[in-house]
């Protein structure tokens, strides 16, 4: 058999990866949206106890959109649970009648792609699945703004006077290896920066790698399914010749981990007033250099929740469904930061809002 049919004979599937909001599950709500009728089994992971992005996709309405094919891994970052959380569940999703079409896995915005891609080589799963392509979406006007990195001139300035400078922002690390790591870079949200800040954003994301793939632009997600799925790569083929940060520099098997970050949920109160909460949510992350913030919120006499999903400054928010029958209607927000952030001083913050 030669290897393009032996692939064709495999379950793609497609891991999508990018920074914290950088728009992924709007993605994938489009690409679900646009499916042609294929089935597709969603495995969500967080980085964080509660599962917001699953939450937003379940239960979406579309023909496709079954809950039984959303799995959730919320227990840490799948690149570190690869053999604890991801090899199992990819084993029960195979032992199922009703087999998948195609596979998407949403990665925690924390995550490394090369260990995810490099398990798809364990024997157990090589011979059934293959990784189509692994699709990296960036936030466009964000990374303009200079978000994923310190003043990259200055420091390559100091490092050509001093050899021994080695200081790197994790931030730019993981956007680094996220960018390594792709088969497809999506820039998103490219309706919010002009064509000259878009053409800086492509020179940037060039200088972050030595192998820089094919870029597509897309505003609010909204990508051809054509794009993104049917690359037919065999990415776990070719996951050695692009290894992360802590591959380079930990060949010795340190375990990668996230200690440069927290997660933590803060229970918040029910507000009345929408417009207000968002103004005071901007002032709390200003005030804390919160890197993102999503959850869901009661509005006192609507019966809808609230989304509300933040990257810096920016705030997201919109009514996605009605409170269902038996579910209590509390505010849950997902907070992450840097691991210096004071979570005791957030948590108090929030749980006092009165708007």
């Not at 930990?250 to 990668?256: D, I, M, Q, S």
Request: with cysteine.
């Amino acid at each position: 058999m030669s290897e393009q049919k032996f692939l064709q004979s495999k379950i793609p599937t497609t891991v999508i990866t990018g920074f914290l909001g950088s728009g992924k599950t709007t993605m994938i709500r489009h690409l679900l949206e646009n499916a042609q009728g294929k089935r597709i089994a969603l495995i969500i992971n967080e980085f964080g106890e509660l599962g917001v992005d699953g939450g937003l996709l379940k239960g979406c309405g579309l023909d496709n959109c079954h809950d039984d094919d959303l799995i959730e891994l919320n227990n840490g970052c799948i690149c570190c649970t690869v053999a604890e959380e991801f090899i199992p569940t990819m084993t029960k999703l195979l032992e199922r009648e009703d087999r998948p079409d195609h596979i998407v896995i949403e990665t925690s915005g924390l995550a490394l792609p090369q260990p995810l891609v490099a398990a798809f080589n364990w024997p157990e799963i090589k011979t059934q699945v293959t990784v189509d392509g692994v699709i990296t979406v960036i936030d466009a006007p964000a990374v303009a703004e200079g978000r994923f990195a310190d003043d990259i001139d200055k420091i390559n300035a100091e490092r050509a006077e001093d050899s021994s400078i080695t200081h790197e922002s994790p931030l730019e690390e993981l956007f680094e290896d996220q960018i390594h790591a792709a088969d497809l870079i999506v820039l998103n949200k490219v309706d919010l920066i002009d064509e000259d800040t878009l053409d800086n954003v492509r020179n940037i994301i060039s200088s972050h790698s030595d192998r820089v793939p094919q870029m597509v632009t897309s505003s609010f997600g909204s990508i051809g399914t054509d794009l993104i799925l049917g690359l037919g790569v065999g990415t776990e083929s070719d996951i050695e010749n692009r290894k992360s940060h802590h591959e380079l520099h930990h060949a010795n098997g340190v375990p990668h981990n996230h200690d440069e970050f927290k997660s933590f949920v803060v229970n918040a109160p029910s507000i009345h007033d929408p417009k207000a909460l968002i103004e005071r949510l901007k002032t709390i992350i200003a005030e804390n250099d919160i890197l993102r913030l999503k959850g869901f919120v009661n509005v006192v006499g609507k019966p809808m929740r609230l989304v509300v999903q933040a990257v810096g400054q920016r705030i997201d928010s919109y009514f996605d469904r009605p409170w269902q029958k038996n579910e209590e209607h509390k505010s849950h927000l997902v907070v992450i930061g840097l691991h210096e952030i004071d979570e005791e001083k957030v948590r108090k913050t929030i749980e006092a809002l009165d708007v």
